[in-house]
């Protein structure tokens, strides 16, 4: 069995989502992605020829978390303003836990906020078009990550340059991969189909 060469690594934290992200390069070619959060932990690899070397960065701002935002901060707001303008003793010991709730409620929406809005880059697949890496933007820090970025891309460049095979057999091994990161459940049904689509596609 050969023995696995290690070539970096990037470890990402993120107080917010709860999450803690390991990202390891092995073997020239490969990488594993170890993701552990309080919902469940995935792990996963992938061959770097596979990758468009590309990566696109964004952030998915979940307008639904940042109206509840809004919202229970504006509610807050205005019972607050209620207690200052009226200060008598009764209104106060009635309408104080009610502050206390929302404001709880606003903290909760916020950080529910960041968790379904994170600032990523991501790396997807050459044909299938299909999101399989994806990373924390500047996290730890602007050097570690754009040093690890840019590894990523010259390895991506240069494992797809040194496979000798032709484009059909290119086609064929990423269908494999993303099905097999279907059953694994890394990506979802509808985005295995939407790049078998695309696939099939480039493939007429």
């Not at 496979?163 to 059953?183: A, C, H, P, T």
Request: charged share 20%; with cysteine.
């Amino acid at each position: 069995m050969n023995e696995k060469t290690h070539n970096s690594n990037l470890h990402q934290e993120s107080s917010a989502r709860g999450e803690k992200r390991l990202f390891e390069i092995y073997n020239d070619k490969f990488i594993k992605v170890v993701t552990n959060n309080i919902i469940k932990n995935t792990s996963y690899h992938l061959n770097l020829s596979m990758l468009a070397p590309w990566p696109v960065r964004h952030r998915n701002i979940s307008w639904q978390w940042l109206s509840a935002v809004i919202y229970f901060s504006l509610t807050t707001l205005a019972y607050t303003a209620y207690l200052l303008y009226f200060q008598e003793s009764g209104k106060l010991e009635r309408l104080l836990p009610f502050i206390i709730v929302f404001l709880l409620l606003s903290l909760a929406a916020f950080l529910m906020f960041l968790y379904r809005s994170p600032n990523v880059t991501e790396f997807k697949t050459r044909y299938g078009n299909c999101v399989v890496l994806s990373l924390l933007y500047n996290n730890p820090n602007k050097k570690e990550f754009k040093s690890f970025i840019d590894e990523i891309k010259l390895r991506s460049l240069t494992a797809s340059q040194a496979v000798k095979i032709d484009k059909k057999q290119m086609l064929d091994i990423e269908m494999n991969e993303l099905r097999r990161l279907r059953n694994e459940g890394i990506i979802t049904q509808n985005h295995y189909a939407d790049a078998k689509a695309r696939i099939i596609q480039v493939r007429l």
